[in-house]
């Protein structure tokens, strides 16, 4: 059983496409810099839009954010 990550609040800043190697476009969190486990997160992917949907983000919402295997920061959720 995998132990859910306690993750850092911090404020979503804004979005920005990015094109990965692939041609793939991929939306990407601009956050409020913040320190996870000794790293300073101020980038998130969020993978597509239904992502961005399913977790309901929006500009200026606190959202928990964690660094998915330790290295990649992720968010988790929307906090209100």
């Given at each position: 059983?995998?132990?859910?990550q306690e993750g850092v609040i911090t404020t979503l ?22 320190d996870i486990e000794g790293a300073i997160v101020a ?38």
């Amino acid at each position: 059983l995998k132990e859910i990550q306690e993750g850092v609040i911090t404020t979503l800043l804004n979005v920005e496409w990015q094109t990965g190697g692939s041609g793939k476009i991929t939306p990407v969190a601009i956050l409020e810099p913040v320190d996870i486990e000794g790293a300073i997160v101020a980038r998130a992917t969020l993978n597509n839009i239904a992502y961005i949907e399913a977790l309901d983000l929006e500009i200026g919402c606190q959202v928990r954010v964690i660094r998915s295997g330790e290295i990649i920061p992720k968010i988790v959720e929307r906090v209100d």
